[in-house]
């Protein structure tokens, strides 16, 4: 079995167009620093020290989220080790690349850091803040939001606004390939070319995507679920109906309402009120039923009720 390695805690304009030719290791990555141990910050630590063999630094205020997190990734890990895709080695080193802490300042010599926080604007932006001050000055702040302006964000970092953009990658990060790159007013060319870098040094296939509300990845997949909420609330199908018509006929591995609930209800609902709000249109309206479910406190599998039951 994997050993513990915890560690004790311590110590230019909005349409600009990036070229997105880079070679492999013009990134500069000596060190990733990630915040939050959820499931994205876990996933997106591992991956980093697998692939791009970099030494993470995970922070979270919460040690029991880091302890958590910390035999998730030892459990990963023996299992490639198992079915005999990894050496035993190999994994125990990828698990030593990675060091965890509860405070922010562990950060200070990361040049690299990838925020994955909930979506709350306040939270972020008070981060960010921090960041500014506690990072290298040529350290590149990443956001992994998935609706949040990143303009908005970058203000907050006064002084390093050039080196704020969004690295939005795909839940679970260990098996989705794609990350979606998005810059903000402010983001450098330099800043979005080490991160594209970056990105593929990991093993991903980065899309490319201008600051508006949704982005990419979002603004086409929560209309499809809002939709499909909308069709179960005013029965024009049933739950099963509803997957298996999207499942068997589009051939996607889950239909979208299972799809939410392993987003979860309440992130679905948030990224619509931001489609609906930022752009006032009446296409982006939270579905009723979605809002309702929300408010019963039925959030999709991690509360173990949505539009399934997960025991």
Not at 93 to 111: G, H, W, Y
Not at 114 to 125: N, R
Not at 233 to 245: A, F, L
Request: aromatic content about 6%; hydrophobic content about 40%.
């Amino acid at each position: 079995m994997l050993r513990s390695t915890i560690s004790r805690p311590l110590r230019e304009p909005l349409c600009r167009q990036f070229s997105v030719s880079t070679a492999v290791g013009e990134h500069n990555v000596n060190r990733l620093g990630v915040i939050g141990a959820g499931q994205m910050g876990l996933g997106i630590a591992l991956v980093a020290a697998q692939n791009a063999q970099v030494p993470v630094t995970l922070v979270d205020n919460s040690q029991e989220s880091i302890n958590k997190s910390i035999t998730f990734m030892e459990t990963l890990l023996q299992k490639s080790v198992d079915k005999g895709r990894l050496a035993s080695d190999d994994a125990q080193k990828i698990k030593d690349r990675v060091s965890t802490f509860t405070q922010l300042s562990s950060l200070s010599d990361s040049d690299f850091v990838i925020e994955a926080v909930p979506e709350i604007p306040s939270l972020k932006t008070k981060i960010f803040s921090e960041l500014a001050e506690i990072t290298p000055s040529n350290a590149i702040l990443a956001t992994n939001t998935s609706s949040i302006s990143i303009t908005k964000i970058a203000a907050a970092a006064k002084g390093a606004e050039h080196r704020v953009l969004s690295t939005h990658f795909m839940n679970p990060v260990p098996v989705q390939k794609g990350v979606e790159i998005i810059t903000g007013l402010q983001t450098s060319p330099e800043t979005f070319t080490r991160a594209l870098s970056f990105v593929k040094a990991m093993g991903k296939i980065p899309s490319t995507s201008k600051d508006s509300p949704g982005f990419l990845a979002n603004r086409i997949l929560m209309p499809y679920i809002n939709e499909a909420v909308i069709c179960l609330e005013t029965g024009v199908g049933g739950r099963d109906d509803i997957d298996n018509i999207m499942k068997n006929g589009t051939n996607v591995p889950m239909g979208p309402l299972q799809l939410a609930d392993f987003i979860g209800l309440d992130t679905c609902l948030a990224i619509m009120k931001v489609l609906y709000e930022d752009t006032a249109d009446s296409k982006y309206r939270p579905a009723v039923l979605l809002q309702k479910m929300v408010d019963a406190g039925w959030l999709g599998k991690k509360s173990g009720k949505g539009f399934y039951d997960y025991p």
